[in-house]
């Protein structure tokens, strides 16, 4: 079945604990991305990925890192996680850069960060 | 969301037909996506509009008018499944996808 899949679903965690959540997509898709979602605010982009070794800003990349080793997986780091990072945190993939209008997405991570 | 204005919630009856407006900054615009995300649930694509005019797909159709910065989405013969949160999304020039706010659609039966 072609899916994203996200590890873990669920995350509560204390301030500056550094922590990784993992995305991996089996569809060969190029570009991978990862939003947070928080009330009122819809779905922000803090990172993307046209293809392996090729990572960019969205629009709210502090305080977090990605990195794109392998094609399948896009891994989110939270370094030093802080209170205002809590939030439903979605990853996302399509075929490639041209086709981001349809990206396919995970079932998300809810992360609290007491 | 930035740069997407859509209306926050509409309610409608069930069977009925329901528009949700979407505007949106032209800077950069490549077409304008629609999502539709269920409480709890990852958001899933429903259309994509680069040109003027009205996708249909079944009982939902998008269309965009790309002089007025102004897209909607239909969805005719409501059913309470499509009681749910909906995205308008433009895909921009630097190869990412902005997000409204989102449009909470509540289906009465």
């Known amino acids: 079945e072609a899916q994203v899949t996200q590890n873990p679903r669920y995350l509560i965690t204390v301030t500056g604990k550094k922590l990784t959540v993992t995305c991996s997509q089996n569809?060969?898709?190029?570009?991978m991305s990862w939003y947070r979602q928080d009330p009122g605010l819809g779905l922000r982009q803090i990172y993307y990925?046209?293809?392996?070794?090729?990572?960019d800003k969205g629009d709210v990349p502090e305080g977090y890192k990605v990195s794109r080793k392998e094609k399948r997986n896009f891994p989110l780091i939270l370094e030093s996680p802080s209170p205002n990072q809590t939030s439903l945190y979605f990853c996302?993939?399509?075929?490639?850069?041209?086709?981001?209008?349809?990206?396919?997405f995970g079932p998300g991570t809810r992360l609290t960060v007491t | 969301g930035q740069s997407l204005e859509q209306p926050s919630e509409v309610t409608a009856v069930e069977g009925a037909i329901v528009q949700i407006n979407c505007t949106y900054q032209?800077?950069?615009?490549?077409?304008l996506s629609w999502y539709q995300q269920h409480d709890g649930g990852a958001p899933t694509f429903l259309s994509y509009n680069a040109l003027d005019g009205l996708e249909e797909t079944g009982r939902f159709s998008s269309f965009l008018s790309r002089s007025d910065s102004y897209g909607y989405l239909l969805l005719q013969e409501l059913q309470m499944k499509d009681s749910a949160s909906y995205f308008c999304?433009?895909?921009?020039?630097?190869?990412?996808?902005?997000f409204g706010s989102g449009t909470r659609l509540l289906v009465r039966p």
């Open positions: 032209t800077s950069g615009f490549y077409g």
């Open positions: 999304a433009r895909m921009d020039s630097s190869y990412k996808l902005i």
């Open positions: 996302a993939s399509s075929l490639s850069g041209t086709s981001i209008s349809q990206q396919y």
């Open positions: 990925s046209m293809n392996v070794e090729v990572t």
């Open positions: 569809m060969n898709h190029e570009y």
